[in-house]
């Protein structure tokens, strides 16, 4: 154990003691069947490869499905399905795939495809990024992640409107955005819902639209802009309206010069031209959000 004193002269970093370090024994390591690779879509688009397995207990619990990443390291790995895989727990929590056994001259590797499971939609991969999502904004997969992700606890918090409710508003309801919740007419919403359900999603809606506004921002979604950063733009302005203002100014307003381009100095260069274009390219859907709340 080290003298107090030599702790002190190493110091600490920011996130643990110079000190001190920590050994852990090797992940544990298992091979089983991949049955089949199924698409998962993200909030943003991303389409994940999802590895369905054979059954195999590790470390505890019974793994069924992990993670492929995406295609890149599909490639690397050459997996495809029917290839017996080795499969670990990332950090001892998320079933991961590691490695693959093969014959000898079988270089076979399973493939992205190049439309949408769900829409049919083109899938794109941007410039620069390893990633492939949908190219359709408008999927309902994506849809209905974004809308998860809206009404979720680290968001708007909006109690009773779970996954089931979500698929109604995209399948029968045919919502498309966030905001589409919000305009909906009350007797819409009694005739589709039911009594009990249509006089508890409106109470909500109207205690949702009180929430503070870095959850409305946090709501939306903004790729790289996440929950502290939305606390600390919203501390500055009093609406989303503003925000998007005054990301718009080309040049200081007379008497508001102090706030001229504080949006990129809270977020910085990384995140600031990625938010830039979602807010201004978004302008009717923050219109729509401002005025319901």
Request: aromatic share 6%; with cysteine.
């Amino acid at each position: 154990v080290l003298e107090h004193h030599i702790r002190d002269e190493l110091g600490e970093g920011t996130k643990a003691p110079k000190w001190a370090t920590a050994y852990k024994f090797p992940p544990e390591r298992k091979d089983t069947k991949l049955l089949d690779i199924q698409i998962s879509i993200g909030r943003h688009g991303t389409l994940t490869p999802i590895a369905i397995l054979k059954p195999v207990h590790l470390s505890g619990t019974t793994v069924q499905r992990a993670s492929l990443c995406n295609q890149n390291e599909i490639m690397r790995l050459l997996v495809d399905i029917g290839d017996t895989v080795l499969v670990e727990k990332s950090a001892e929590i998320i079933p991961k795939v590691v490695g693959v056994q093969k014959e000898v001259g079988n270089n076979r590797f399973w493939e992205m495809p190049a439309t949408c499971p769900v829409c049919g939609s083109p899938v794109v991969q941007d410039v620069g990024k390893v990633a492939r999502r949908c190219s359709n904004v408008a999927c309902p997969a994506v849809v209905a992640e974004r809308l998860k992700h809206a009404v979720g606890k680290s968001a708007l918090d909006w109690d009773g409107f779970g996954e089931a409710q979500v698929q109604f508003f995209v399948d029968k309801a045919r919502v498309t955005r966030l905001s589409d919740l919000f305009v909906r007419p009350e007797e819409w919403v009694n005739h589709h819902l039911g009594k009990a359900a249509a006089k508890k999603f409106l109470a909500e809606r109207e205690r949702v639209k009180k929430a503070p506004l870095w959850r409305k921002l946090h709501a939306l979604g903004v790729e790289g802009v996440g929950k502290s950063l939305c606390q600390d733009l919203c501390a500055k302005f009093r609406s989303l309206a503003a925000i998007a203002d005054n990301l718009a100014q080309k040049k200081p307003v007379p008497g508001d010069e102090e706030n001229f381009g504080k949006v990129e100095s809270i977020l910085g260069e990384v995140d600031s031209q990625a938010f830039k274009d979602y807010m201004l390219g978004h302008e009717e859907e923050i219109v729509r959000l401002n005025d319901a709340g």
